[in-house]
DNA sequence: TATTTTTCGACTAAAAAAGGCGATCAAAGT
DNA sequence: ACTTTGATCGCCTTTTTTAGTCGAAAAATA
C-alpha cells in the first residue's frame, strides 16, 4: 500500500539517493561551489541525467533542503507528542530544534553571498514559521491545562517564544562557534521565560 | 638583522598574511573550487591586489605548498638532530613525516581531478626526494656509529626505507583513514626493517 | 611636493557551468 | 521478436564565473 516504495520504487529511489549524496556535496562545499557534476559524478551518473529527476540545480538544491525541514518537523512532532512536563518539552522542543538546525546551517555556510539560496532558505523559514507558532502555542495550551502556566494571550506568548528561538539560531547560521554553550543558552532564556510564566 | 621583519616588511607581512589564509581556503576548498575572489575577499583586499604579489592563482598556491613544505623540512630537521637512539629517531622522523604531511593531504582532497595541482605537488614530492634520503641515509649512518646498525650499502638502504615510507603515504593522500592506526602501521614496519638491520 | 608603494575598479578573454535535445540503452509488456 | 516506456548519456549551446590585465587613484614615504 506503500505508494512510495511499491509503485514508483525505482525512480523515487534513484531520486532519494540523489537527494541524499547531494546534501552531503552541498552541506561541505555551499550551494555555489557544488557542481552538478560533482553531484553526478558522485552518483555516478552522467549530469544529463541528473536532469531526468530534477529540473534544474536550484530545484534539486530545494529538494534537498526540503527533506532536511521535513525531518526536522518530524522530529519535532516527536518531541512535542512525548508525555513530559510542559516546562521539558519547551526545552526539548527548542534543543531539538536548534541542534538539527545546526546542521541546516551548514547549507548556510559558503552560500554567504550567493542571494538566491539565501533567500530561498530564508523564504522556507519564514513560511515554517507559522508552523513553529502554532506548536509552541499547543505546548503553552497543555501547560496551562497541566496549570503550570499561567498566560492570557497564547498568540501573543508563543510569537514571543518563537522570536526567542530565532534570536538563538542567528548565532548558528552567522557566525560560527560550534558546540558553544548552546545548552546553557537554552536554559538560560527558558528560565527568563519560565519565571514569567510559571504559576506561583 | 632578521631581513624578513626588519626590510621588506609591510610587503611581506602582508604577503605572508596572504599566505596563511589562502591555505585555508584551499586547504578546505582544494584548488579547483577556491578562487581569487574568496582569497581576496578573507584577506579584505581586491582581487586585483593579489596580483601585486603573486603572480597567478598557481603561484599563489605553489608559494603555500613551499611554505608547507618547508614547515616539514623545519620539523625533520629538529627530529633528526634530536639526540635520540637511532630507531627511536627513525621512527620519529617518519611520525612527523606523516602527521605533517596528513595536512598536506587537505591539498589533494577536493583537486582529484585538477591535474595542473597534482602534477605540481606530485613534482614537489619528487624533488624532496633526495633530500628525505640524504636524511634518511643520516640516521642510519649515525645508527652504524653507535654500534646499532649493520648496513652495507647506506644509498640502497636509504632508498629502500623511503620508499617504505612512501608506500604509507598513499593511502593518507588516496583513501581517506583518518586517524587510523598510523602508528601502529609505522611500528609494524620499522620492527620489519630493524629486524632486518640490527645488529644481533 | 615628488616619488614610490599599494590598492582597486573596470574590462577582456578564457574556462566552466547550467541546461537542452536527440540518440541510445535497458527493461517490461505484448 | 518487437514495441513501448523508463532511464541514461554525449554533444551542443548559452550563460555565468573566473583568471588575469591595465591604468588610474589612494596611501605611504621621502
Request: with cysteine.
Amino acid at each position: 500500500m506503500q505508494t512510495n516504495i511499491e509503485n514508483g520504487t525505482k525512480r523515487d529511489l534513484n531520486r532519494e539517493n540523489i537527494l541524499k549524496i547531494a546534501r552531503e556535496i552541498f552541506s561541505k562545499y555551499g550551494y555555489k561551489k557544488t557542481t552538478l557534476d560533482d553531484i553526478a559524478n558522485a552518483v555516478r551518473k552522467g549530469k544529463s541525467s541528473l536532469y531526468y529527476y530534477f529540473s534544474s540545480k536550484e530545484d534539486l538544491f530545494q529538494a534537498v533542503i526540503m527533506k532536511e525541514v521535513e525531518i526536522l518537523a518530524h522530529e519535532l512532532e516527536i518531541v512535542i507528542n512525548r508525555n513530559t512536563d510542559p516546562v521539558d518539552k519547551l526545552r526539548d522542543y527548542i534543543l531539538t530544534k536548534l541542534t538539527t538546525f545546526r546542521s541546516l546551517a551548514n547549507f548556510y555556510h559558503a552560500i554567504e553571498n550567493d542571494v538566491t539560496a539565501i533567500e530561498f532558505i530564508e523564504e522556507i523559514k519564514r513560511r515554517y514559521e507559522q508552523d513553529e507558532i502554532r506548536m509552541i502555542k499547543r505546548i503553552l495550551i497543555e501547560g496551562v491545562r497541566k496549570n503550570e502556566f499561567e498566560i492570557y494571550d497564547f498568540n501573543l506568548a508563543a510569537i514571543g517564544i518563537t522570536t526567542a528561538i530565532k534570536g538563538l539560531e542567528m548565532p548558528l547560521s552567522a557566525g560560527n562557534y560550534g558546540a558553544v554553550n548552546l545548552e546553557r543558552s537554552v536554559d538560560t532564556i527558558l528560565k527568563i521565560i519560565c519565571y514569567g510564566i510559571m504559576k506561583r
